[in-house]
């Protein structure tokens, strides 16, 4: 396995500013953004698939720091219901595409999107509940007339590119958000369909993210190393489903933490040997998007928690085996 760290925490950095910083720390991949919700401060595709220097410029930089791509990010909702919206981050994912053919790389990470419940609707409909029974037809919409259609023509355009590992983050808000509905689309869609797995957001929905790693198996493509702190009287009180801001931590029921401030070291401990038990050996990627600390603060605390946690080599093959 890797250390790895999602760039745009930095982007009020260059790249070379932000290269410099993780290299100095021992960080041995970087996931960079190139449009969508994550933003394209370190990647534009605008510019690199049009200026051969400047593509250069951006390959040397992580030569000259000794760090490689794990992935590029490209989150949204290419599913919108408001056709404007669903272009831009559909365009957004096709650049994503041609940059990562450009540079060899197969990885690009992105949600699956949701659309409205109906083709009249302008603003996404994510279905919680079975009944009453207009919930599931809704669902019967979303999935057999715009998702499915969707990620079928949108990964075989990958594919055609050399881009093999689309990894859906599990996100509540889009159609797949839980191990379930990644494997329902994997299925439907085919092996180029797997999870950007962040255990974060399985956290508060109560899944088990080491049950969730070994029911996945080798659908986990990439790997977000986040972490969740479940307020247990805030629980009692009002459930998971929580629409509070983020900012508003006093009186969520969870917040997003850094490694170790959710869950204790044991935790995590469980979740890399899970990933070893499955066979994944690539990025562990770190996401900051701990609002009770800084940037800084927050990814060097989660380096050097990970940074001993990590299974870095290959087992060795016991004697007595």
């Known amino acids: 396995m890797k250390l790895g760290v999602l760039t745009n925490l930095f982007s009020d950095k260059t790249l070379e500013e932000t290269l410099q910083y993780l290299s100095q720390r021992g960080v041995q991949m970087a996931e960079i953004g190139v449009g969508g919700f994550p933003g394209n401060a370190h ?6 698939l049009n200026d051969k220097a400047k593509l250069q410029e951006f390959q040397n930089l992580f030569k000259k720091y000794k760090i490689e791509i794990s992935a590029l990010s490209v989150h949204g909702n290419p599913i919108h219901p408001n056709k404007a919206v669903a272009d831009k981050f559909h365009h957004d994912f096709v650049q994503a595409v041609l940059l990562a053919e450009k540079l060899g790389l197969k990885y690009i990470n992105t949600f699956s999107g949701c659309p409205g419940g109906s083709k009249n609707d302008q603003t996404p409909n ?3 509940c079975p009944w009453p029974n207009d919930f599931l037809d809704i669902l019967e919409y979303q999935w057999n007339e715009v998702l499915i259609p969707y990620w079928k023509e949108t990964v075989a355009f990958a594919k055609s590119h050399g881009v093999t590992k689309i990894g859906l983050e599990m996100h509540p808000g889009f159609c797949v958000y ?7 689309l994997r299925n439907a869609v085919g092996p180029e369909i797997g999870a950007n797995f962040d255990p974060s957001h399985l956290i508060w929905q109560g899944i088990d993210p080491v049950l969730a ?15 969740t702190k479940i307020d247990a009287y805030n629980v009692a009180q009002n459930g998971v489903l929580d629409t509070k801001r983020y900012d508003n931590e006093l009186a969520r029921s969870w917040v997003f933490r850094t490694v170790g401030y959710g869950n204790n070291e044991v935790f995590w401990r469980d979740v890399i040997s899970a990933l070893r038990l499955i066979g994944y050996d690539y990025a562990v990627s770190i996401e900051h998007e701990d609002s009770l600390m800084s940037n800084t603060e927050g990814l060097n605390k989660a380096i050097s928690f990970l940074t001993n946690i990590l299974i870095y080599e290959k087992p060795t093959k016991a004697y007595w085996i």
């Not at 080798?218 to 190393?225: K, N, R």
């Open 43 to 48: 990647g534009n595709p605008e510019v690199l």
């Open 178 to 184: 839980n191990p379930e509905t990644l494997l329902k």
């Open 213 to 227: 790693i070994k029911q996945l198996g080798d659908a986990i493509h990439h790997f977000h190393a986040k972490d």
């Open 126 to 128: 994510w279905v919680t």
